[in-house]
Structures are given as structure tokens and as C-alpha cells.
């Protein structure tokens, strides 16, 4: 298991504590015919450093840190809170915050970037890195931006070259920081200095009366005998696929599907299973094309099958239809649905409990789960005009520490926990979906694989000659961008003394 993530687990273990004592409230309906014992057999014996290890007698000399936050992410943002206002996870955000401004003599600042969406506003950001405007120490870009903000715009610091941001540490996402990035430099990090990509999350949402009405095995029991597949959940979904009025069309009102995708469906079915669009190196850390398989061909059409030409199964990605999909599973149309852990909140009037499970194996082959990240998560990055790239990181450090000790317990116990959660076992699901985080590498700069895999998915292309097509055009494409990021000169920004 990974070091980065072993606190994340321990606060979990708490949280299941919590939610045992609180079954009544929280748990399945009492006379339900299906239970589950929460399983768990992990200890953890060691203590917890939440020391950033920064030099002694740091103090910033009263210096603002500004913080540039897009107004589509403000209401998930875990940086900037003005006042104390007697909510728990508002006003852990704040003492964070003013424990760090009195610590190191320094004011926090979040600055709602100018524009009308998340891409005008990095738009406002790249002006202003370009015009030479060191206003902003930290900017916080969902992961497309980010990727063009140092791949097409070169406008991003390696933060690789700083000596005080120690990526080892467990308030570091390694999984996000190595799946992300490339070229052996990291300009795009996550972790706990900003949690948003921990909500976004996928999870798969089961319902319990469907589960119970047709006699099912609850999937927690397939994940703890290790029998968790794609096959499985696939006869899962067959199984309760029934058309109630029997005229022969499956709509979400009247019948019952099996499964609900989420949008980006062809491309997590590949990312859970242990796949990304482009490849990457281990020992170079340079991206590669490494889709020309046969198992990813069988992953690509065993699911576009399932999923878009199985309408008595799953409704696939009509777009008519998604905005729905929500209402379908709350009101027992529908046994599983993919959804960000934060739909829990749209599922608040739901009158039949439901579970929440890591996403199913390919096959018992595959070595560990995969739960996809939405791209709207948030990503620590530091422009290249900042003043003094040192203070920023010995801040940023001293941030995600002391949000690992303070902020994170309470957001997944008052968030996770107690807002998403309805049963002991989904939280301890919630430790394996948050230990294998799966996130989609360059989605800008490779798009011609996005765009193959898309058509597979939703026209039945094969798969095969569909990935051959592109296979030249992408390892040129892949060789242009990495003769273009080498030859850039990897240094610290100079400090500014004005």
C-alpha cells in the first residue's frame, strides 16, 4: 500500500468507527435481508509526523501568498475561508489557515480569476504569466488546463527542482503526481493541500432493493473474495435487466437497466483497468503509445458491447437520457451507476439505501482496482513568474502537512463520511477507491487517441484497426512534444527583490 496514502486509510478506519456506533441512523434499512459485517483486518501501529520538516525559524516577513482559484471550482476550493461560521469543515479550513499565518509571519489569499468558465479563466491566468505579472505564487488549474499550461504555453515551474516540496510525504498523491505527469518533471501535483480530486472521484453506486429483489450477492463480498470482475458485475446487471411493461424498449421511467455510465465512460474503462491513453516509461518517465495489445482490445470491446449495444442492459451514453440517469437510480430503475463521490448529494430524498463499491477488475489478472478521477479535480501548480519559488514551496509544504493533520480528517468524516456514505462497508470501499485513484495522462496534447477511442466506443469500430489507424500519427505526435519539452531549460524562477 502506499506510503502517501496510509494516513488517508487510518482516518477512514476512524470514520467506519464512527459510523458503527451511528448504524441506525446511517446504515441499511433494519429489516433488509442483505447485511454485510464490515470487514477489516488492517492495523496501524505507527504514529503520524505531520512535521514539514522546513527549516527553523522560517517567517515569511508578512508576505501574501495569492492563491489563483477558477470561480467553477470556488465552491470545492479547500483554500480560502474569511470567517468562522460554526460549520466544522469552514472553520477547520480557517484555523488552518491561521495557524499557518501566525507560524511563518504570512497572509493566505485566494484570488477568483476573471472569466466565464474554467477555460477563459486559465485564459486570464496565461495573460497574465505571459505579460510578466508575478501576482499570483500558486495557481490551481483542473488537469486539461494544467496540461496545456506547460506543454502548449511552457508557463509552469518544474516542481521537481525545488529541495522543499518532499513528494514522499503522505500528504502527497504519488499515484496523481506519477500518473499525470511526464519527462521525468512534475508541473502538476495533487495531494492534500487541496482535496477536491478525492470527491471527484468515481465510485459505483448500487442499489439495495434491486440487490435484495433479486436474490444478488452484495458486491462487497465479491471484492473480499476477490472475485470483483467486469464478468461479474456484467451478470449482475443481466440479471436485474427486466422490461416491467413489456413493450420491448427500455426507457429509464418504466423498466429496469442493469447500469448507468457516467460521460466519460471510454476512457475510464480503459484507465480502471490498468491502461491510460498514452503510456509512460518507468524508466525514462517519457510518454509512450502502448495500446497496441490484444488485452486492450478485448477491454475496449467487451465493454462498448455491454454498454452501448445492450440497450436492455444499459442505456450507453444518451446524452438525452444522462441528465436523468440520477432520477433512475433513486427511484430503483437502475442496480449500479458510475458517479463522482459528491453525487451522493443529488441521492439525499433517496427512499432506498444504496452502497457505494471500487469499480470491478477487468479479470482476476488485473493486480489492483481502478476508479477514475473526474478532470474537474483541482492540480497545485506554480507559475514561472513567481517572486520566490522557494518561500512558495516551503508554504505549500507547510499547507498540505498541516491539512493532512487538521482538514482532511474532518473532510472525510463531515464530507465522505457522514454527507456520501450510508453504510459501514462504503466506507471501507471508500479506502480502496481512494487508494487506487486512476488518473487520465495529457488529455489535450494526445487527442487523436481520445478521439479513436470514442469512436470505438460509440460507433463499434474495432479496436484493433481503429488504435493501428493512429498509431504512427501518435508516436510522431509523442516525439515532437518530447523533443519540445527537452530542450527547455529546467531552472528556478529568479527571486524578485521588488
Known amino acids: ?130 505579460a510578466g505579472d508575478n501576482s499570483v505564487d500558486i495557481t490551481l488549474p483542473i488537469l486539461v488546463q494544467g496540461v496545456a499550461m506547460y506543454l502548449d504555453q511552457d508557463n509552469l515551474v518544474d516542481l521537481k527542482l525545488s529541495e522543499y516540496l518532499n513528494f514522499d510525504k503522505p500528504w502527497w498523491d504519488t499515484n496523481c503526481i506519477d500518473q499525470i505527469n511526464n519527462f521525468g518533471k512534475i508541473y502538476l501535483a495533487g495531494g492534500d493541500f487541496n482535496m477536491t480530486n478525492y470527491e471527484r472521484a468515481w465510485g459505483l453506486f448500487f442499489n439495495y432493493t434491486l440487490l435484495n429483489n433479486y436474490n444478488l450477492e452484495l458486491p462487497y463480498t465479491h471484492v473480499k473474495n476477490g472475485t470483483w470482475t467486469f464478468d461479474t458485475f456484467k451478470q449482475m446487471c443481466i440479471a436485474v435487466s427486466t422490461d416491467l411493461n413489456g413493450d420491448g424498449i427500455w426507457t429509464g421511467t418504466d423498466d429496469i437497466y442493469g447500469y448507468l455510465p457516467d460521460d466519460d465512460i471510454p476512457f475510464a474503462v480503459l484507465i480502471n483497468s490498468g491502461y491510460n491513453l498514452i503510456g509512460k516509461d518507468p524508466e ?108 512558495v514551496c516551503m508554504f505549500i509544504e507547510a499547507m498540505s502537512a498541516r491539512s493532512s493533520e487538521t482538514v482532511l480528517p474532518v473532510f472525510y468524516e463531515q464530507t465522505l463520511c457522514d454527507r456520501y456514505m450510508r453504510d459501514s462497508e462504503s466506507v471501507e470501499q471508500l479506502r480502496i477507491i481512494l487508494s487506487n485513484l486512476s488518473y487520465n495522462r495529457n488529455l489535450t496534447v494526445f487527442s487523436p487517441v481520445g478521439g479513436i477511442i470514442e469512436e470505438i466506443f460509440f460507433n463499434g469500430a474495432g479496436a484493433a484497426s481503429s488504435l493501428a489507424s493512429i498509431e504512427e500519427a501518435t508516436k510522431t505526435r509523442i516525439q515532437d512534444v518530447t523533443n519540445v519539452i527537452t530542450a527547455r531549460v529546467s531552472e528556478k524562477p529568479p527571486v524578485f527583490n521588488g
Open 1 to 130: 500500500m502506499k506510503k502517501t496514502l496510509f494516513y488517508k486509510l487510518l482516518v477512514i478506519l476512524l470514520c467506519i468507527t464512527l459510523l458503527a456506533l451511528s448504524v441506525v441512523s446511517c446504515g441499511k434499512d433494519e429489516n433488509s435481508d442483505i447485511s454485510g459485517e464490515n470487514q477489516n483486518a488492517e492495523t496501524f501501529a505507527e504514529t503520524q509526523s505531520y512535521d514539514p520538516e522546513l527549516p527553523e525559524g522560517i517567517n515569511f516577513g508578512g508576505y501574501t501568498f495569492v492563491i489563483a482559484i477558477n470561480s467553477g471550482n470556488i465552491d470545492r476550493n479547500f483554500i480560502d475561508r474569511e470567517t468562522l461560521n460554526g460549520v466544522r469543515l469552514n472553520d477547520t479550513i480557517y484555523e488552518r489557515n491561521s495557524y499557518i499565518e501566525e507560524k511563518y509571519n504570512c497572509k493566505i489569499d485566494g484570488l477568483t480569476l476573471a472569466g466565464s468558465d474554467n477555460w477563459t479563466q486559465t485564459g486570464t491566468m496565461d495573460a497574465l504569466i505571459m
Open 284 to 391: 525514462t518517465g517519457y510518454p509512450v503509445f502502448d495500446l497496441m495489445n490484444e488485452r486492450v482490445y478485448k477491454i475496449l470491446e467487451d465493454w462498448t458491447v455491454f454498454i452501448q449495444q445492450s440497450p436492455h442492459i444499459s442505456p450507453g451514453m444518451d446524452y438525452n437520457q444522462y441528465s436523468q440517469f440520477a432520477s433512475y437510480f433513486s427511484s430503483d430503475h437502475a442496480l449500479f451507476m458510475s458517479r463522482t463521490l459528491d453525487m451522493a448529494l443529488q441521492l439525499g430524498d433517496m427512499s432506498s439505501d444504496y452502497g457505494i463499491v471500487t469499480h470491478p477488475k477487468f479479470d482476476e489478472n488485473q493486480e489492483k482496482y481502478g476508479n477514475f478521477v473526474n478532470q474537474s479535480g483541482t492540480y497545485i501548480a506554480i507559475p514561472k513568474t513567481v517572486k520566490n519559488f522557494d518561500n
